[in-house]
T-cell receptor, first 114, second 111 residues
């Protein structure tokens, strides 16, 4: 079974530029999460989707961050414009309703904003 | 969300057992105890979870105190591949599926 796929794995951009991250969850997983992990810290939840509905986006900085999960499968997280403080690893995870509490994480996208 | 407290770092030797402690004195009756680990340059990986009884799986064992205010993740025979940051997390198993990660314990395994 394929795991959670994320791309790109690494991204370097200049501040004020836009950037987008893509995630393909495990097949059949209806719940999808985006986390941000700063250096030396644990991951922090940005947004959680149940199918195509964002059910928890309270930690998403909505002035510059946006996310979508069309058709309830793949998801894209966008930052526009990026700031220096956005440098972090962006992790996508998915889970299945039948096995609550177990999330499967992708390898993450490491973003560096110069 | 109820908080957990873990040591910042621990060190052990290869092929020896490792006991990773976690304190969660404000745990509620509906909180499950989850353990995840994160190997270098990878996303977190589920290890084990439990509610009241001790749990075993192929990766580890989880020992939960009778009052549930603390728990211990046990790696029975550590290998170099077990070197990682281990996170102890409390979460409602039903509903929100929300995991709030702390800083975890960085485990170093000496050959």
């Amino acid at each position: 079974e394929a795991g959670v796929v994320q791309s790109p794995r690494y991204k370097i951009i200049e501040k004020k530029q836009p950037v987008a991250f893509w995630c393909n969850p495990i097949s059949g997983h209806n719940t999808l999460y985006w986390y941000r992990q700063n250096l030396g810290q644990g991951p922090e939840l940005l947004i959680r989707y149940e199918n195509e509905e964002a059910v928890d986006d309270s930690q998403l900085p909505k002035d510059r961050f946006s996310a979508e999960r069309l058709k309830g499968v793949d998801s894209t997280l966008k930052i526009q414009p990026a700031e220096l403080g956005d440098s972090a690893v962006y992790l996508c995870a998915s889970s299945h309703t039948a096995v609550p509490g177990t999330q499967y994480f992708g390898p993450g996208t490491r973003l560096l904003v110069l | 969300d109820a908080k957990t407290t873990q040591p910042n770092s621990m060190e052990s030797n290869e092929e020896e057992p490792v006991h990773l402690p976690c304190n969660h004195s404000t745990i509620s009756g509906t909180d499950y105890i989850h353990w995840y680990r994160q190997l270098p340059s990878q996303g977190p990986e589920y290890v084990i979870h439990g509610l009241t009884s001790n749990v075993n799986n192929r990766m580890a064992s989880l020992a939960i105190a009778e009052d549930r205010k603390s728990s211990t993740l046990i790696l029975h025979r550590a290998t170099l591949r077990d070197a990682a940051v281990y996170y102890c997390i409390l979460s409602l198993l039903q509903g929100a599926q929300k995991l709030v990660f702390g800083q975890g314990t960085r485990l170093t395994i000496n050959p």
